[in-house]
């Protein structure tokens, strides 16, 4: 990116875009590379400038929620990272049951507004770090349960800087992955829940979040669940039964705890953890003959 790109991008985003940004800040792994550009847009007005500017200057860019499911390279990212924040990082409005949000909310705090307003149905998505855009583009899940049964309706940015609404029927819906364009921006995002006693959606929610206590490290940097689970199969129990529980690769292990999550004990490079991935990948086919894939996305150079 060149001066006069950057240029153009300050002359919209003002004080709300910064250059050469580490992107360990803005990963979960707390790994990587640096960012050219990191965009922190609070306005749907803003945020169809900027990807329309970044589409007609033919600058790449990707949005970013917590980088809960993000790997940075070492090399780090060329282009533009968009951070939804403000505005699209609240929620809109609800009307019988039909909650209406920003792509950049997060879920802790949309499951707070649940529990307030008494609506019932995101549960599941207890302790899930992420943001609601990151979760409806990856439909994520647990327990048996997926996000995208809730989905109503989303709001996306195209590449253009226009916006476009897309009801549920015309999105459709896999094992951690939708057919939303990669090329979106999504930047609203409404559900279906349910009424029900407060009492009983904060009792889901404290029992979702001990269970993930007792059975995930928690308390060391990773990116949650490296691998999606091949079909009647869980990916931490191949690689456990591989032997690789503790392995370690330079500042990176696959966790004692759960061995579908890899953790960073303090210094780990991008590099250290895609050299484990690539471990627990080879072994697990040795052993087993199964193909394991990434749940989390690698990013960068």
């Not at 855009?133 to 195209?158: C, F, S």
């Not at 015309?170 to 990669?182: M, N, V």
């Not at 979040?209 to 199969?233: A, H, I, T, W, Y």
């Not at 590099?271 to 894939?293: C, H, P, Q, W």
């Amino acid at each position: 990116m060149d001066d006069r790109k950057k240029a153009g991008l300050a002359e919209i985003l003002k004080e709300s875009v910064i250059f050469n940004v580490a992107m360990s800040s803005y990963s979960t792994f707390r790994a990587g590379g640096n960012a050219e550009a990191l965009c922190f847009i609070h306005e749907l007005s803003v945020l169809k400038r900027v990807v329309a500017f970044l589409d007609s200057e033919s600058i790449s860019w990707m949005t970013v929620g917590k980088g809960s499911n993000l790997l940075v390279t070492d090399k780090g990212i060329k282009g533009a990272v968009i951070i939804l924040k403000g505005a699209l990082a609240e929620v809109f409005e609800e009307n019988n049951c039909m909650v209406t949000a920003g792509g950049g909310l997060s879920i802790a705090r949309l499951l707070n507004y649940c529990v307030h307003h008494e609506l019932s149905g995101m549960e599941f998505m207890s302790g899930i770090p992420g943001t609601l855009a990151g979760a409806v583009i990856m439909n994520a899940g647990a327990y048996g349960e997926e996000i995208g049964t809730r989905l109503h309706r989303i709001g996306i940015v195209t590449p253009e800087g226009k916006t476009k609404e897309l009801d549920r029927s015309r999105i459709t819906f896999g094992y951690r992955k939708t057919s939303i364009p990669e090329n979106a921006v999504v930047y609203s995002v409404t559900l279906s829940l349910e009424k029900e006693k407060q009492e009983l959606i904060k009792g889901r929610i404290e029992s979702n979040l001990n269970k993930r206590k007792e059975s995930q490290p928690l308390d060391m940097p990773s990116c949650g669940s490296v691998f999606k689970n091949p079909p009647d199969k869980f990916a931490g129990r191949l690689i456990e039964e591989s032997g690789l529980k503790g392995k370690k690769i330079g500042g990176a292990m696959i966790s004692p705890k759960h061995a579908n999550f890899i953790v960073n004990t303090g210094n780990a490079t991008a590099s250290d953890i895609i050299e484990l991935i690539d471990i627990a990948r080879e072994k697990v086919r040795k052993d087993s003959g199964i193909g394991l894939e990434t749940e989390i996305k690698v990013v960068g150079l």
